[in-house]
């Protein structure tokens, strides 16, 4: 079998960048603040991300994962629209298709499809769907989820949340 290693996220002695402390910060922010603050932080995730893909070729590493968090405070500002992230994220695609790297991405522990709580099945599926454009974006193959619980009717909820999402969405999660 040939070389399986794969790369988890950024080098250690990158950092991925949000633009602020925390949310709270980054909600008080003014409209162009927070949008020039998370578009500056994006790119810089974006060229750590390419810079992690030359690392991998360049130690013939043929998975890497994609950090979640590519995109500071995705749901707070309209990045799908912005030229230069977009032009960033075609990049990664292309640079990792060139390479043959294959691309994954895991959300946070936090994208729980099996809550009993609407609230954080609501946001989970919002994640993932913020994953699915990564995924369309960057040419990412795959979303691992975590899937386990111990809970009380956990399997049947997740399966009902999981049908919730697209089928181009499925096909991706692992």
């Known amino acids: 079998m040939k070389n399986m290693l794969g790369l988890v996220c950024l080098l250690s002695t990158q950092q991925s960048k949000t633009g602020f402390a925390g949310i709270t910060s980054a909600r008080k922010a003014s409209p162009q603040i927070l ?5 500056e932080a994006s790119i810089h995730n974006i060229k750590m991300s390419l810079d992690t893909l030359h690392y991998c070729h360049e130690h013939n590493i043929k998975y890497n994962r994609i ?3 590519l995109i500071a405070f995705d749901d707070l500002w309209d990045w799908k629209n912005d030229e230069e992230v977009l032009k960033g994220l075609k990049a990664i695609k292309q640079l ?7 691309l994954i ?11 009993d709580k609407d609230e954080v099945v609501c946001n989970s599926l919002n994640v993932i769907q913020y994953h699915y454009e990564l995924c369309k974006l960057c040419g990412i ?5 975590h899937v386990g619980s111990k809970q009380e009717g956990a399997l049947e ?3 009902s949340n999981y049908l919730l999402l697209q089928e181009e969405v499925r096909n991706l999660i692992r």
Do not use: A, D
């Not at 949008?35 to 578009?39: E, R």
């Not at 990792?96 to 294959?102: D, L, Q, R, T, V």
């Not at 193959?141 to 989820?145: E, M, R, V």
């Open 105 to 115: 991405i895991h959300p946070s522990q936090f994208v729980v499809l099996s809550s």
């Open 141 to 145: 193959k795959h979303i691992i989820l």
């Open 157 to 159: 909820r997740w399966m």
């Open 96 to 102: 990792s298709e060139y390479y043959g790297i294959e």
């Open 35 to 39: 949008y020039n603050k998370c578009k």
């Open 67 to 69: 950090t979640s968090s």
